[in-house]
């Protein structure tokens, strides 16, 4: 599985776009990128997936180079209900598909 | 709601005891996923069960079982109790495809005394 690098922690403003990016120089071809939202003492929660290109859904996109050596999760207009722990995590989805949470970013949005 | 519940919210146990937690997973689902997340090590992958088969195993302890019953429900259990086991527990479960997500039940809080 790929190793993942993102930052420890983000600060953001209500109403703020808020991109959060992270490295993953050895992702494999098969290799998805997945990312996952977790608030205290929940679990995560799924966010957004992608392969390759752009993927926007109804709560965030998800942009990915050409070379899949990096991605950036991108949440528009962010509230202070998104502050929350982000986890980026890279692997093959088959059905024996175990996620690796690395440390997350944790995002604190401020009023 | 991630349509997978837990059971119980809250354990407060001693040390050297043994405990039983529970999972039911989303309607359909037919592999379950079990977590333990400490303030120190973070989200750590334990065990993996597909349609009552264990598939993929992470760092569990030898002293932690698990299994999935032909409900497809799935039990955690954690046995001769140290201080240091006292984490959340998360049961997530998929449906088991290729490129699928998993969804997080809301954990149950161990607490070993």
């Known amino acids: 599985l790929a190793k993942t690098t993102q930052p420890i922690s983000m600060d953001s403003y209500e109403g703020q776009e808020v991109n959060i990016t992270c490295s993953h120089n050895?992702?494999?071809?098969?290799?998805?990128i997945t990312w996952y939202q977790q608030f205290p003492s929940q679990g995560p929660r799924f966010i957004i997936q992608?392969?390759?290109t752009k993927v926007t859904n109804e709560v965030a996109s998800l942009f990915i180079p050409a070379d899949r050596k990096s991605s950036t999760l991108s949440l528009p207009r962010v509230s202070l209900s998104d502050t929350a722990v982000y986890y980026c995590?890279?692997?093959?989805?088959?059905?024996?598909?175990?996620?690796?949470f690395g440390s997350g970013t944790r995002l604190l949005v401020r009023p | 709601d991630s349509g997978v519940t837990q059971t119980p919210k809250h354990l407060i146990t001693a040390t050297g005891q043994r405990v039983t937690l529970r999972c039911s997973p989303r309607?359909?689902?037919?592999?379950v996923y079990w977590y333990q997340q400490s303030l120190d090590q973070g989200l750590q992958f334990l065990i993996q069960y597909y349609n009552g088969e264990e598939r993929a195993k992470g760092n569990i302890l030898e002293r932690f079982s698990a299994q999935q019953f032909p409900d497809l429900h799935s039990e955690l259990n954690l046995s001769s109790l140290e201080l240091g086991d006292s984490a959340l527990y998360f049961c997530?479960?998929?449906?088991?495809?290729?490129?699928?997500?998993?969804?997080f039940g809301p954990g149950t809080r161990l607490t070993v005394l």
């Open positions: 995590l890279v692997g093959r989805m088959d059905s024996s598909y175990k996620l690796i």
């Open positions: 992608g392969y390759k």
């Open positions: 309607s359909g689902d037919l592999s």
């Open positions: 997530a479960s998929s449906d088991g495809l290729a490129r699928d997500t998993q969804y």
């Open positions: 050895n992702i494999a071809t098969n290799d998805y």
